[in-house]
Every structure is written in C-alpha cells, then in structure tokens.
C-alpha cells in the first residue's frame, strides 16, 4: 500500500509563520492546504521551554495575500459562534488569537484556533476504499452534522457555511463523550464563504444548504453500497431504521411537500434513536439539541 502524499505549501514557509507572527508562533507541521490558505500546527514560543512548556498546539492559517478577506469573514463567523456560547460550539474552530488590525477595511492576516486531531469526511472515505463505512459511524457523522447546521441556521440572524462539503468536515479524533460510544466528533471547518444577514440571507440559501447536509450523509451512507433501490424488500424490513434513513438522505423532499427540503431539526429527531435500534439497544447517537 502506497504511503499517503504528504500536503505541500502553497503560500507560506516555516519562514513566512515566524514572520508573520513576529515569533509568537513556532510552526511544528503543515497540518493543510487549500485553494485561499495554509494551515499549520504550531505551538507558542517560550523563553524558557523547560520552566514553562507550551500546553496548547495551535492550527495557524495563512491566507493568500488575494485571499486576506475570507479570513476576515472566517474570523466574524468563528466569532459570532464563539459569543452564544453553545453546548454545540465545539463542533466549530475556537479562535484563540488573530491578527486582525482594527483600521477600517483592514483585513485579517493570520488566525489560530484550536487544533483539530483528525482528518476529514474526504479522507475517511479514501482510507476506507473499498469497504463501506460501519451504519453506526454514518448515522452518528450525519446526525452531528445535522445538528451543528440546524444550530447556525436558527442563530438571529441566521449564518450560513456557504462551502459544506466533504473537505470541510473533520472528525476530531481526541474528542469523545460517553454517550458518543467512543465516535469521532464532527467540526465544521473553512468558514471563508460564509454568509451573513447584510449578505442576503434567505429560506432559499438555507434550503440549499440543508441539501448539502443531505448530499453528504448519503454519500456516506451509499459509499461502496451502491443504490438504496437495489436492495430488496425484505432487507427494507430487516433493517427499517438504516434503509428508512438512506431513503431520506438520498430523497429529502420527498417527506417535506412539493419543493421543500426536510428541516435539520425534523431529520434529527426522527433518526436520534436510529443507532440504538441497530445496535439492539436503547442508547441513541450522541447529539445535543440544546440552544444557546
């Protein structure tokens, strides 16, 4: 088996961290790169590395210098979750410092926030070729999701992703609560495309990204299983909650009336005891409806 390509920089060094940053930061690895920025783990520079050791490993984006402003966006976001301070704010990025100067029109440079120890939905589903993923890890994945989405979108104002795909989801390896059943935890990352009540906000972006919600859970589910129609009735029946799930994640509006999309909510609610019927049980996925 071929050893995984490592990520290559596309806008910045070692060099370009340090600089940057005026020494605060101190780059360990390149953690990503993506089409506007780099991403770095990096701890905080010391005096005295002995007597006070760094206790926080950082993810340090850099953007293009073209790209400055969806940074800017990014940390408004970030932000904006961070003030609710919501039971579900953890699946979001914690900032924990930037350089954003407060002259106006002034764009934000760098940003650090708390490291994510995972990998992506888009890497989970390269390592797992050509098995398909466990029920369990689906169903918990798109009900997290859900969850998190459904939390933005009933902010006031609403604030949408605006980029949710595969790239964009992480699953945090080091995050477990007992009633995750030892799953990975879902953060949504990249917050660069975001948008805002001034951006123009309307029920048609949000069912949009609902769909997208939507599109990633049955990528997931449908993974090397092929079409949910080729499976028999009686499969339908052995496995009611899987297929009843596949069924709505592949078709959304079919339970929504004429041009509508399920609400998160809905979906959340009618598949939160779907992982304790599969596993025999009676504990359901690890998702918390509070509100902040």
Known sequence: MPAPSRPTPKFSSPQTVLRQTRGKFLPLALAGS????????????????????????????????????????????LRLIASTASPLSPHFPRVLAAD?????????????????????????????KPHP????????????????????????????????????????????????????????????????????????????ERTCVYRLAARLALFRRGSAGRRTEEEGRRCGW???????VAEPRADSGPGEVMGLDAFCERFAGAEGVLAGGSRGVGVSRARG
Not at 35 to 59: G, K
Not at 108 to 123: F, I, S
């Open 34 to 77: 993506g089409s506007s920025a780099d991403v770095w783990f990096c701890t905080t520079s010391s005096p005295n590395p002995l007597t006070s050791p760094p206790t926080q490993l950082y993810a340090l984006k850099l953007p293009s210098r073209t790209k400055q402003d969806r940074l800017t966006r990014e940390l408004r976001a």
């Open 133 to 208: 993923l466990p029920r369990h890890l689906v169903l918990h994945i798109a009900l997290q999701l859900s969850a998190a989405l459904s939390y933005l979108h009933s902010m006031t104002p609403p604030l949408l992703h605006g980029d949710l795909f595969e790239g964009n989801v992480m699953l945090d390896m080091t995050w477990q609560r007992r009633n995750d059943q030892g799953f990975p935890h879902v953060v949504i990352i990249d917050f660069g495309a975001a948008r805002f009540d001034d951006d123009g906000v309307d029920a048609r972006a949000l069912a949009w």
């Open 242 to 248: 899987w297929w009843e799930f596949v069924r709505v």
């Open 100 to 128: 954003h100067p407060p002259a106006p029109f002034a764009e934000c440079r760098w940003l650090a926030t708390r490291a994510v120890l995972g990998c992506t939905l888009h890497a989970l589903l390269s390592a797992s």
